[in-house]
């Protein structure tokens, strides 16, 4: 290397070596042998210093600024990139001693170099560029927006967009990774939805935010209620959904959250289309002429995991009580309780091994459309959400992920495998072996954020009843 460029700002210099300059140095496009730019010495990592690009040995007469200090030294004269030879600067006269103790890092964007046949009289500005290789300081926010194409048999063709922002608190790598995502979709059927999700930790997880909101005009499949409901759905319900859960979580101590927890569900609009095959005198459950919910309650969660899109190592476990009540606006009066445990185990270097137990418990007059739900992208992938519902659920899976594959060409394409299981029902005496449904499947990932560690899903997965494909931005749990 003869030149190289540096263009970055001191601050994010400063951010992303942990480093402190006492000085502000410009652009330069053109770092030459002699010229004056920043670097960090291994004797005083916390500062960024000025330096004078190139190498002087201790016994020359006068400045000479030697470059190309190559590690093999004249061990590998025919520049094979392949070369696993002796490292001949550690005896080269001009190196030994300072290769030992007198190392520093170079704070550089760029470098110019040549080709080999024309050297530098052909030069090339060489760089990582930030379309396919994520070169963000790793502190730093980032934004990602991309168009979304799918396909439902209730929907037809759904066009929309999906947004993620993640974020570290202060630009604090230290601190747990927060996310916010986001997605809207339009389809042919004349249906739209607005989602928003996400976790928020703030400076040191002080305070913990964990919720999610929906807006949609959207059709629901109504098997009935039941783990024994049909698999034809017996209604079409049309309706208007809005969903507001929040909680509001304040760390005790390490690990330990504790607070209050919101949840707003209003259903509108709603007009259950029967199916052909059903009796015309079916009898319509509770809510089906729409209703308002307002549930309030507490939430313990005990949460150690630091990217909640992909976890690699760390356990998350929520206690939540919600209860629904007229005296504050509740259509119907009911109570709530839901327990949500979570473990993740790295495999080796970069497989992870993930489970997951899941129990909702609803006592008292509860709408159909706030019944303990089964299925979805997140819980017993391959049934359609709501497939089957009852005043209770119990659910489990597993899943292994290879966080990537090892393959030689690339190192951001990983895979998964997963498997679970769950029943539905009104009665813990009616809950047997026999009720459980199970299903099962794979997939592929995509390294979309290398320095996050975040990762595109797609998965296939299958059940007795048909298969359902899904692509999200992170890991289903």
Known sequence: MRWYVIVSKVKVVEKKFNAKSEFAFEPNYNVSAGAKAPIITSKNPQKIQLSHFGFTPAFAPKRTYLLNARAEGDHNLDNRSDFTGAKGIIKNPYFRKAIRSQRCLVIADAFIEGTTANKLNEPYLVYLNNIFNDTSDL????????????????????????????????????????????????????????????????????????????????????????????????????????????????????????????????????????????????????????????????????????????????????????????AWGSTFKFTSIISDTRFFKPMGKNNVLATQVLGQFNFGDVPFNQLALLGGESMMRGYYYGRYRDNNQVAAQVEYRFLPIPFNFTKRIGAAVFGGTASVFDEVNNLGVSNFVVSGGAGLRFLLFPKKDIWIRTDLAFTREGRGFYIFIGESF
């Open 139 to 326: 502190a730093e926010s980032q934004l990602i927006v991309y168009p979304v194409f799918a396909y439902a048999p209730e929907t037809s063709w759904e066009i929309g967009f999906s947004s993620l922002y993640v974020y570290f608190a202060n630009q604090d790598t230290t601190n747990r990774l927060s996310e916010i995502n986001g997605f809207t979709f339009f389809t042919l059927e004349n249906q739209y939805g607005l989602f928003f999700d996400h976790a928020i930790y703030s400076d040191q997880s002080r305070w913990f935010f964990l919720g999610k909101l929906r807006f949609q005009s959207f059709p629901l499949f109504y098997h009935g209620i039941g783990i024994k409901s049909p698999e034809q759905a017996l209604a079409k319900v049309q309706a208007n959904q809005i969903l507001i859960k929040e909680r509001v979580l304040r760390k005790l101590r390490k690990d330990l959250f504790v607070g209050f927890e919101f949840d707003y569900q209003r259903l509108s609009s709603v007009d259950f289309e029967l199916t052909e095959s059903t009796n015309p005198n079916l009898e319509l459950p509770r809510g089906s002429n729409g209703s308002d919910n307002i549930g309030l309650g507490l939430g313990f969660v005990r949460d150690n995991r630091h990217n909640v899109l992909n976890v690699r190592k760390g356990f998350f476990s929520e206690l939540a009580l919600l209860h629904y009540n007229p």
